[in-house]
């Protein structure tokens, strides 16, 4: 049984795999738990594996590589058209492996683990850019129902906010301030 091409769909606890060999005919299906996964894939002769690019993808792929494995990684919608059946881990490994042997598929590139650093630090600043925003919003919106309007802008709430709680002639309520 020589696999040349397997689709490894990752799921949250068990991970499926779809191998097929040369002709294209499956000669593998199987399901595994996240710790049988390196010693599997340690055990088979090289060969080109595809992964839908998910949470856990990037890690998976540069274990693969490090165990002699080509590792090729594809954005989901791309791999969607080749779900034959209903969508269950089998049938997305599946057409996984099928996505991963056409030649005008496209891939996304493996990161390494600084590159990742880097995109996460990107991240999680822009998470706290849209709770910052979410939050002055949010002020501005109950400021407005006591007729009190601040401008749009993080500078303005900084300014004019402060101000607005310590003047006693506005209309705010003491539990508000």
């Known amino acids: ?7 490894l769909d990752l799921a949250k ?3 499926q795999v779809h191998g097929v060999n040369e002709r294209g005919k499956a000669v593998l299906r199987k399901q ?8 599997f894939f340690a055990n088979l002769p090289p060969c080109l594996v595809g992964i839908e690019a998910c949470a856990s993808a ?7 590589q490090a165990l002699g494995h080509t590792v090729r990684l594809m954005a989901p919608q791309f791999v969607k058209p080749y ?4 969508k ?3 049938a997305d490994a599946e057409a996984i492996c099928e996505a991963v042997s056409r030649p005008s598929m496209r891939f ?11 995109l996460s630090l990107h991240r999680v600043r822009q998470g706290f850019v849209r709770a910052r925003t979410a939050q002055a919003n949010q002020i501005r919106g109950l400021l407005g129902e006591y007729g009190l309007v601040v401008p749009q802008g ?7 906010v402060p101000p607005l709680i310590e003047d006693a002639e506005n209309e705010l309520p003491g539990n508000f301030r």
């Open 83 to 86: 779900v034959k059946s209903n």
């Open 88 to 90: 269950n881990d089998a």
């Open 108 to 118: 996304v590139p493996i990161k390494n683990v600084e590159q990742q650093s880097v």
């Open 32 to 39: 595994l738990k996240r710790d049988q996964v390196a010693p």
């Open 13 to 15: 606890n068990v991970f």
């Open 1 to 7: 049984m020589q696999i040349t091409t397997i689709g």
């Open 58 to 64: 990037h890690h998976w792929a540069r274990k693969l």
């Open 154 to 160: 993080i500078a303005y709430i900084a300014q004019r």
